[in-house]
């Protein structure tokens, strides 16, 4: 498998890039996101894996490019979470491409480790705002069943 090494001016690379040091690194790395895109797509035939593969070559460099160092590009445990994010990103940019005065969605990249305290405040929020539904109902029935004077 090749990997992608797009040409940055030397000055614009991170310090800690290695191009020979990394090179082993990113063609394990470039494995790993096989597997998560195999994972994801498990009735994928070979020649539709094999058309990908410059893609998730792509996906690999763009997780090489926007790593703060080498431990947290091999991060298996933030793998699949870093790649949707940046699946998220390229199709936010598509569409900004696409459709150049609408205004930009909300999109938020919730990581596994923020999961429990993400879903708690949404259940919170939903609590909150049943709460206020049933007193809001509440006081348009006693307001309507009140006898007129």
Not at 14 to 20: G, L, T
């Amino acid at each position: 498998m090749e990997t992608v090494t797009e040409q940055q001016p030397v000055e614009a690379r991170p310090r800690w890039w290695n191009f020979d040091r990394d090179r082993e690194i990113r063609r394990e790395m470039l494995k790993r996101v096989l597997d998560v895109f195999k994972e994801l797509r498990p009735n994928a035939t070979r020649d539709y894996i094999q058309g990908c593969r410059a893609r998730l070559a792509k996906l690999e460099y763009r997780l090489y490019a926007g790593a703060n160092s080498l431990e947290e590009y091999q991060d298996v445990t933030t793998l699949k979470a870093r790649l949707k994010a940046i699946v998220l990103e390229l199709k936010a940019r598509r569409v900004r491409e696409q459709n150049p005065g609408a205004q930009p969605a909300s999109i938020v990249v919730i990581l596994p480790a923020q999961r429990r305290a993400f879903e708690a405040a949404v259940a919170q929020a939903d609590e909150a705002a049943m709460r206020k539904r049933v007193r809001r109902t509440k006081q348009a029935n006693k307001h309507s069943s009140a006898p007129a004077a």
